[in-house]
Structure formats: structure tokens, C-alpha cells
């Protein structure tokens, strides 16, 4: 059976011209199903959990469309793909909420390292065990979830070396978060950052990959994927969901998978290459050279990638979403949104006509697959 799936959405708002403007009081006191971040400049909307990616696909397209046509009522305003302040802004921080005190706290700690856009996916697995065992599979192949996603080549208006500038800056708290043995491990180690105050709650956990639920850490029943830059095209989003589901269906069947099951390196050791991987992944994206956890080999984030797709579309064909898997060959071949950017800043245009392209693409693809795809879904 297909698991629950949805994806939690950030996005900024701003001018047409790619400046970024903080709405999100507005927005979230105008329209239902939006959620302010401690920063007013981005906005966010949760999907699902739904099984069906068709349903899924409108859940990703018909929130924005609504977003859009009240951001026209404010003015020239608009969504902003990316996931770094891109043309500037990152000098100061808009708090959207002055009376909670952690947003005060994540200010003064983090500033506007944190103002970024993301994707958070989220894959329902109800027992505890194995969505421990899920999160450490994940949490070892998350740099390449990253190398798919990368949209935030620019901060300020310059190109800043890393194709995921956002991961690169944001920092992973607490610092040092171990691949979990057990269900029991996680919560004893939850608590005691709780009780030194490395934590300040059960939402400050933020690393590539952990275990979610309704009542952390004891209520677990999902796995919450956040390395993921802002991707803007639905279809690359739902073929990277693809993915990750694949993935996990494989583990359920063959627990083997489970990086706790080889012998090359210890459970410290996976965590320091993980590490390490994601910062590659962070820098040069697809044309990472990551080390994989299973050989130790040094391997290029794209074929490992490849390899992955292979193993995993034969599960896809057999439950009915190859089709949502089979758009991972264009991001492939054509890169992904950071690689797409560079390349236009390559043959001599600006950073912000770059934006302004890539605000225009994203409201066309949202027309064009609602259009397409949308209405058969009420017939």
C-alpha cells in the first residue's frame, strides 16, 4: 500500500520585479490555510496528508492560486520562487509576530540565517521502530534529496558558491544529532536536550531528517524530510516525493537497507559522513562527489541518484506512480533551479532579470497543470 504524504510549503512574497516583501500578517488574516514564520516575508501552506498524487498536485497548485489573486488586490505583489533573500534584505529582520517569545528567541540567536524558503516533506509510518530505521536510511541519502532541490544560489544579489545557499547557512541546532538507535534512544536523547537547553522546544530539532508527530517524542507517525530547498515546479516537487516514497517502500521490504546493517563504518562515523555529504551536496549539488554510506566509495550525486531511480522504479510501476518518478530524468538532464540560474547569470544575465524569469515560469506552470489537471479531480 501507498503511505499518507504531504509536503509543508514555504514561499516569499514580494513585487513582480523579485524585491521581497513581508505580507505574511495579511495573508494569514485574509486567508484560510496560512501559516506566518517568524519572519513576515514568507508565508506558509501544509498539503495532505493525502495518498494520491494527483490530489496531491492540487493540493501543491490550488493554495498558491488563491495566494496569487489576493496578492494582486494588495498591489503589484506576487510569489517568489528560491530559498535565500536573493536580491537582497538579509541585513535585517521582520518579525511577523512580536509577542511570542520564540520567534524572539530565534532572532536573536539565528537572525536572518533562518529567513528561508523550504520544502518540509512528510511520508506517514505509524510504527516508531521503523520510522526510526526509516529516518536513518533518509537521513544518510538526504544530501542527494538536497542536490535535487538546490534554488538558492544567491544572497543579496550575488552568486555566493553553493547551490543551496539556504542549507549552507542554516544552522542544523543542536549541532550534533546522532543517527538514533531505537524509538527509546531518540527520546532519551530528546529529553536531555530539553532539559540542557540545546532545545528550547520539541520543534527545535532541526536537521535534515527527523521522526514527527503529535506528541513529540513519544507520538511519532512521520517522517519529516526538511533539507529540501523551495522547489518551485510541482511536478519536480512530486517526482522528488516519488522518490523518497520509493525508498521507503524498499526499506519495508528489505530492512537489510537499514545503515545500522552494514559493518563498513560506525553509527558515529555515518553521522560525520553524512555530515559531510550535505555540504558537498549544498556546494555543487548534482555534481557533488558524495561518499556513499554502504561502500564508502567517492560517487557524483547524480548517478548515485540514477542508481537509486532504477532500484526503486520497478516498486513505483507496481504501485502506481511511476509516471510522478519518471519527471526525476528531466531534473537530471536539465539540472535543477540553482543550475538553470547559474547558467542564465553565465551568458551575461543579471541576477534579478533571473528572478524575474523565474517568477514568470512558476505562475505558468501553476496555470497551466491547474488547468490540465485540476478539474478532473471534481468530475
Not at 543551496?164 to 534512544?185: A, G, Q
Not at 535543477?336 to 532579470?353: D, F, K, M, P, Y
Request: net charge negative; hydrophobic share 35%.
Amino acid at each position: 500500500m501507498v503511505l499518507s504524504k504531504g509536503f509543508e510549503v514555504e514561499m516569499y512574497t514580494g513585487t513582480s520585479r523579485g524585491d521581497i516583501i513581508g505580507l505574511s500578517d495579511k495573508i494569514t488574516a485574509s486567508l484560510d490555510g496560512f501559516i506566518r514564520e517568524p519572519d513576515s516575508r514568507n508565508v506558509e501552506y501544509i498539503t495532505g496528508p493525502l495518498y494520491n498524487y494527483d490530489q496531491l498536485l492540487c493540493g501543491l497548485v490550488r493554495p498558491r492560486l488563491n495566494l496569487r489573486q489576493y496578492l494582486l488586490q494588495l498591489g503589484d505583489y506576487t510569489l517568489i520562487p528560491g530559498s535565500t533573500l536573493s536580491l537582497g534584505g538579509s541585513d535585517r529582520f521582520f518579525r511577523s509576530d512580536l509577542t511570542k517569545k520564540y520567534h524572539d528567541y530565534i532572532e536573536k540567536n539565528y537572525g536572518t540565517k533562518v529567513v528561508t524558503a523550504s520544502v518540509h516533506i512528510n511520508i506517514g509510518i505509524n510504527n516508531p521502530e521503523l520510522l526510526i530505521q526509516a529516518c536513518r536510511l533518509i537521513r544518510m541519502e538526504a544530501p542527494l534529496f538536497l542536490a535535487l532541490s538546490a534554488s538558492s544560489p544567491f544572497l543579496d544579489g550575488k552568486f555566493t558558491g553553493y547551490h543551496s545557499t539556504r542549507w549552507y547557512i542554516f544552522p542544523n541546532t543542536p549541532e550534533e544529532v546522532p543517527l538514533f538507535t531505537s524509538h527509546t534512544d531518540h527520546i532519551q536523547w530528546v529529553e536531555k536536550q530539553l532539559a540542557s537547553g540545546t532545545m528550547q522546544n520539541v520543534r527545535h530539532l532541526w536537521t535534515s531528517v527527523r521522526p514527527n508527530g503529535n506528541h513529540r517524542p513519544y507520538n511519532l507517525n512521520r517522517l519529516e524530510l526538511r533539507i529540501c530547498d523551495l522547489v518551485a515546479d510541482p511536478l519536480a516537487l512530486l517526482a522528488i516525493m516519488a522518490l523518497l516514497e520509493a525508498r521507503l517502500l524498499h526499506l519495508i521490504d528489505n530492512p537489510s537497507l537499514d545503515p545500522l546493517s552494514q559493518k563498513q563504518f560506525s553509527i558515529t562515523e555515518l553521522s560525520i559522513i553524512s555530515k559531510q555529504n550535505e555540504v558537498a551536496a549544498a556546494k555543487s549539488s548534482l555534481d557533488a562527489q558524495l561518499i556513499h554510506w554502504q561502500d564508502g566509495k567517492t560517487i557524483c550525486a547524480r548517478d548515485w541518484i540514477n542508481e537509486l531511480y532504477e532500484q526503486v522504479m520497478p516498486i513505483a510501476k507496481q504501485y502506481g506512480f511511476s509516471c510522478f518518478l519518471s519527471y526525476l530524468k528531466k531534473i537530471l538532464q536539465t539540472g535543477n533551479e540553482a543550475q538553470q540560474w547559474l547558467q542564465l547569470q553565465s551568458v551575461g544575465i543579471s541576477t534579478r532579470n533571473v528572478i524575474f524569469q523565474a517568477i514568470n515560469n512558476t505562475r505558468e506552470w501553476e496555470i497551466e497543470l491547474e488547468e490540465k489537471c485540476c478539474p478532473q479531480l471534481n468530475t
